[in-house]
């Protein structure tokens, strides 16, 4: 019988009621890792939280606006007390709802881009550390995107982009301070994945033009996204730090 990469360990996955985030805590839950699920969504991530429960773990969701500091620090100091401690970190929450040109993105747009897809990102690592340094070990796994890599993605607005760009450099700051404490920091940057967020965006000609940009001729499903994320919460991982890893079919060549 194959041994399980997570077992034991106790994990916080932001974002975790739908899309990469459920795909990451039930591919946890098979993995041996206790979860807690941060989100907003009330209803999916208690839905979820069963889900994993049911794979013989500790699962339990907590709803967090994870771009408010008392919300943020409230969770993982209750998340420690319910699995015993934090040893992983996946920050899924983000997103966008719309295409749009730079030109006509609105300043509160903009702000409430940086806020969900960079502050949250700032909040959460911050608040986490220190759980994983009374440990001395842990991972902070930090869900960047092809649009934060290069503008010539094209895919995805300018705000969403700026941010997650920023959130891969940000990584590497925490990486490099982390690192003497047994703790790895790393950003995944996926492409168009086929979420439930990304099939309402989707139209079939942009669909068409996606899959016709990428080598391997289709879209992302989660759970491919996912198998690198567990990777990363591996001790598989242990001396990959500050890195980028692009899962993205092939779609930019950097």
Request: hydrophobic share 40%; net charge negative.
């Amino acid at each position: 019988m194959k041994d399980k990469r997570l077992e034991g360990k106790h994990a916080v996955i932001t974002g975790g009621a739908v899309g990469i985030g459920r795909a990451t805590a039930l591919s946890f839950g098979e993995e041996g890792a206790h979860v807690v699920i941060a989100d907003l969504d009330r209803e999916h991530a208690k839905e979820t939280a069963a889900e994993v429960s049911a794979k013989g773990v500790k699962a339990r969701a907590f709803v967090t606006d994870v771009t408010a500091r008392l919300d943020v620090e409230k969770m993982f100091s209750e998340a420690a007390e319910f699995m015993g401690g934090i040893d992983i970190l996946v920050t899924c929450a983000g997103g966008y709802t719309k295409y749009g040109r730079f030109e006509d993105i609105e300043e509160d747009e903009w702000d409430r881009m940086i806020e969900l897809n960079l502050k949250s990102v700032y909040l959460c690592c911050k608040a986490v550390i220190p759980f994983m340094k009374e440990r001395g070990w842990g991972r902070i796994i930090n869900l960047g995107s092809r649009a934060g890599r290069s503008a010539s993605a094209g895919t995805s607005p300018a705000h969403y982009g700026s941010a997650k760009g920023a959130v891969s450099i940000l990584t590497q700051y925490i990486a490099k301070e982390v690192g003497p404490y047994g703790i790895t920091a790393n950003t995944i940057a996926p492409s168009t994945t086929l979420t439930e967020r990304v099939r309402k965006l989707l139209t079939p000609e942009k669909e068409e033009m996606f899959i016709a940009d990428c080598p391997l001729g289709r879209l992302a499903e989660p759970d491919e996204i996912t198998g690198v994320i567990t990777f990363l919460a591996s001790d598989e991982s242990r001396y990959i730090t500050g890195a980028t890893i692009d899962v993205n079919g092939g779609r930019l060549m950097l």
